[in-house]
């Protein structure tokens, strides 16, 4: 951890002003209770900046790996604060960034909180959180007290899904349909979890609504139809509205459960499906730089 820095609030400042006249109150006047009143008062003020330094003392803050997200869409990346001290610790932020900060009212002597980091994903790639800060104004909000925290965790943001949702065609047929397989004739095969920037055609709303996560309906009938995914069939779109096309149609076909492969300069993924398949295509995607190979 970093250095422990105590500040005035406004509410500090405010009390300074306080005591400051309250002290020429008592000199002009000789008012002994005035007086008796400025030691009090500044003996608050001083155990209270004690309080606010103790209170970031023996602090460990731990940050799990994120799942990945799109860009423009929310990342949530699991907390935990561990209370090292003998002591409580009392109204705690930890914060990323002003927009997004982390709350502990209390921790007791040697217990852990959890909590999740929330923040938005603006851009695609890979992307680190190297430092947190721990602020807190406990316990009477007239100093406010903080200290930084090395933590160095990694998450990985996909291009944001966009373009045309029609598969392209797979070699020797003429066309796919926008899901990418014919359904009909196909029959119930069970539920898996909804992704992000899928249709919600088939979502279980039913589920839903006893309180359920999102679940999205599978088919069995579904054929071994191989597609490529392929940035040369782009050639109108700049780099960013392609790597969009392709991150949809990684959903698309994944999701049609299809066998589809990617292909983007400097690598090529082969044909394949399934969770690994869909996250090594959008992770490429999300990591590609003109010029090098993904």
């Known amino acids: 951890m970093g250095k422990t ?5 406004w509410n500090g400042a405010g009390l300074v002003l306080l005591l400051f006249g309250t002290w020429y109150s008592a000199a002009s006047q000789g008012n002994g209770a005035a007086y008796l009143f400025l030691f009090v008062l500044t003996g608050v003020a001083l155990v209270s900046s004690i309080h606010t330094w103790m209170n970031l003392r023996d602090w460990t803050v731990r940050l799990e790996k994120p799942e990945p997200a799109f860009a423009g869409q929310e990342v949530a990346c699991p907390l935990e604060a561990f209370n090292a001290s003998r002591q409580s610790r009392h109204a705690l932020q930890i914060m990323l960034t002003p927009a997004s900060s982390a709350f502990f009212d209390g921790l007791e002597a040697g217990k852990a909180g959890r909590t999740q980091l929330r923040f938005l994903a603006k851009e695609r790639g890979r992307h680190r959180i190297r ?4 602020l807190t104004s406990y316990p009477l909000g007239f100093f406010k007290g903080s200290r930084s925290v090395d933590v160095d965790q990694e998450y990985l943001v996909y291009p944001h899904p ?4 029609g598969l392209p065609p797979s070699p020797g047929t003429g066309t796919v349909s926008r899901e990418g397989v014919k359904r009909e004739g196909d029959d119930f095969a069970g539920m898996r979890a909804y992704r992000p920037g ?11 609504a006893r309180g359920q996560p999102l679940l999205v309906k599978q088919f069995a009938g579904e054929h071994d139809e191989k597609i490529y995914l392929d940035w040369e069939t782009l050639p109108l779109l700049g780099d960013e509205e392609r790597l969009s096309q ?4 990684v959903i698309k076909a994944e999701r049609s459960r299809c066998l589809y492969g990617l292909k983007i300069p400097g690598l090529f993924i082969p044909p394949a499906r399934g969770e690994a398949h869909y996250h090594r295509c959008l992770g490429a995607l999300a990591v590609y730089r003109r ?3 993904a």
Request: aromatic fraction near 6%.
């Open 5 to 9: 820095r105590v500040a005035l609030t």
């Open 131 to 134: 430092r947190l800060k721990i």
């Open 162 to 165: 966009g373009g045309s949702e």
């Open 198 to 208: 899928e249709s919600q055609r088939h979502i279980d709303w039913k589920a839903v």
């Open 246 to 249: 392709l991150a949809l149609w």
């Open 291 to 293: 010029g090098e190979a």
